[in-house]
């Protein structure tokens, strides 16, 4: 089984302010996709970004931009200029592109957006 | 379009009762799957479907059991509720050779 890490369980950012969230995982493979999803208080589960393996440009979503480092095997978010509405659950997500429907997800980290 | 919705939202049960955890897609994906959520542990995935008919043990897969019905509906079933099995459920969908996930609304369940 792939192996998906975020070492920080709780992040804050004033707002407009840039924060940045880690990931690692551990994968033999050269072929994979790679997410970040969002869970605010309601639970509902979104997706924020996704980044092709095989891509070497960063994906970006209007705030949200990805430092992928395939070689150091991480995954970082940026969120630029924090909005209150940003504060929520962030998990990182991993799926092999081979071996396709399984995704293995990170232990999240929780963001808190200061006023 | 409802996307992925799931009943109940809610349940609480005793130990040793038997429940089934309802899920369905109206957007004609292929695959689909059942999560737990616990505190500090992430999702894990407990079973997946790839299409009607076939089934997969994931990370989690024991004290559960599943079900295709058809391509629509993925349901999950505990045979004998446990402690343990306290946790938020999520299903989720996905669409051939689509990167990404839909998840339904959750249903958190307690096993007194």
């Known amino acids: 089984a792939q192996t998906v890490t975020q070492s920080q369980p709780e992040m804050s950012v004033q707002e407009a302010e840039t924060v940045t969230l880690s990931c690692t995982y551990d994968t033999s493979e050269s072929d994979y996709y790679l997410f970040w999803y969002k869970q605010p208080p309601s639970r509902q589960m979104i997706l924020v970004i996704r980044q092709e393996a095989y891509k070497q440009q960063n994906a970006t979503e209007n705030r949200f931009s990805v430092n992928f480092q395939k070689a150091a095997k991480s995954f970082s978010l940026k969120i630029s200029d924090s909005q209150l509405g940003d504060a929520a659950m962030y998990f990182c997500a991993y799926r092999s592109s081979n071996t396709g429907n399984q995704f293995y997800f990170g232990t999240g980290t929780s963001l808190t957006v200061i006023p | 379009n409802a996307g992925v919705t799931q009943t109940p939202k809610f349940q609480v049960l005793k130990t040793g009762q038997s429940m089934t955890l309802q899920c369905a897609q109206d957007?004609?994906?292929?695959?689909m799957y059942w999560y737990r959520q616990d505190p500090g542990m992430g999702l894990r995935l407990i079973y997946y479907s790839a299409s009607e008919g076939t089934t997969d043990k994931g990370e989690v897969p024991n004290g559960y059991n599943v079900s295709r019905l058809n391509k629509r509906e993925f349901s999950l079933r505990l045979e004998s509720a446990a402690p343990s099995q306290t946790s938020v459920y999520f299903c989720?969908?996905?669409?051939?050779?689509?990167?990404?996930?839909?998840f339904g609304p959750g249903t958190r369940l307690t096993v007194t």
């Open positions: 957007m004609n994906h292929n695959s």
């Open positions: 989720a969908s996905r669409a051939p050779s689509s990167y990404e996930q839909y």
